[in-house]
């Protein structure tokens, strides 16, 4: 009987070595999900406080929170209206500064070669012109690196 009982205790011992050491890996495990980097979260936010006619040509950064863009916009109220976004956003935004823009305007032309009045078509050809302005311009972003943890 205390042979059994020895038995037993030393059964009992070694299931609780193993149970210690896979509690010891599910801890390691939580650990690195803990400091698992999501770009995804990073990406998503960009996008979600980026306006339709905003464009990122280029990115540079990493996980410090730091990043240089080059953009575009497609206008000058789109450029303002961006700049208002990022000012107002405030969860992960730490600070956005400008350094330097060019606009490049694009000239394009339009005619019209047909025009009907009372059931008559005319030929007639007028060219007008149109302008396009686009708005380059590197967008330093300063984002709090919880973004990244969450």
Do not use: C
Not at 10 to 31: D, H
Not at 41 to 48: K, M
Not at 82 to 92: A, G, L, S, T
Not at 95 to 104: F, L, N, P, V
């Amino acid at each position: 009987m205390l042979v059994d009982r020895k038995q037993e205790i030393n059964k009992l011992e070694k299931e609780v070595t193993e149970l210690a050491g896979i509690t010891i890996r599910i801890k390691e495990v939580k650990l690195l999900l803990n400091e698992h980097i999501y770009w995804t979260n990073f990406f998503n936010f960009l996008e979600d406080n980026t306006l339709d006619d905003i464009y990122y040509e280029d990115f540079n950064g990493g996980l410090s929170g730091l990043y240089t863009l080059n953009t575009a916009a497609l206008n000058f109220d789109s450029f303002i209206n961006q700049m208002d976004i990022w000012q107002k956003e405030e969860e992960y935004t730490k600070s956005i500064s400008i350094d330097g823009y060019q606009t490049e305007v694009e000239m394009s032309s339009e005619q019209e070669e047909e025009e009907e009045i009372e059931g008559e078509v005319i030929e007639e050809s007028r060219e007008t012109q149109a302008s396009q302005s686009t708005i380059n311009f590197t967008m330093g972003l300063e984002i709090s690196p919880n973004i990244f943890y969450k």
